[in-house]
């Protein structure tokens, strides 16, 4: 079973950065499905899920608008460590829960649009003006 965990959220000031990580349970897989996406997703307050950044087992990305040029996403190397979002120049409104998800797919779908079905409980990241 697929168990993803959030860490790296906090509290910044405007401008400032954060790393989040997303470690896997210990299934490991990258080493089980031959076509994967990952992606990192937020939820601000009353406001729906919105995706922020994707990566697939090619290596392909993708980006919102709103954070691209600002928000890098990355892959782990270790086997436990699936994946990385390095947040630079923050804003107050990239205030939101952040969530990791992967979801196994066929060879050339589109990570952007790709039905994540597994998730894990996310990251609180609060920035201040």
């Known amino acids: 079973q697929v168990r993803l965990l959030e860490s790296g959220g906090g509290s910044v000031q405007a401008g400032g950065s954060l790393r989040l990580s997303c470690a896997d349970s210990g299934y490991n897989f990258r080493a089980r499905w031959r076509h994967y996406c990952m992606g990192w997703f937020r939820q601000a307050p009353g406001k729906e899920r919105e995706g922020v950044a994707t990566i697939g087992s090619d290596g392909s990305t993708t980006y919102a608008h709103s954070v691209k040029g600002r928000f890098t996403i990355s892959q782990g190397n270790a086997a436990n460590t699936l994946l990385y979002l390095q947040m630079n120049s923050l804003k107050p409104e990239d205030t939101a829960m952040y969530y990791c998800?992967?979801?196994?797919?066929?060879?050339?779908?589109?990570?952007?649009?790709?039905?994540?079905?597994?998730w894990g409980q996310g990251t609180q990241v609060t920035v201040s003006s």
């Open positions: 998800a992967a979801v196994q797919v066929y060879s050339g779908s589109w990570c952007y649009e790709a039905q994540y079905n597994f």
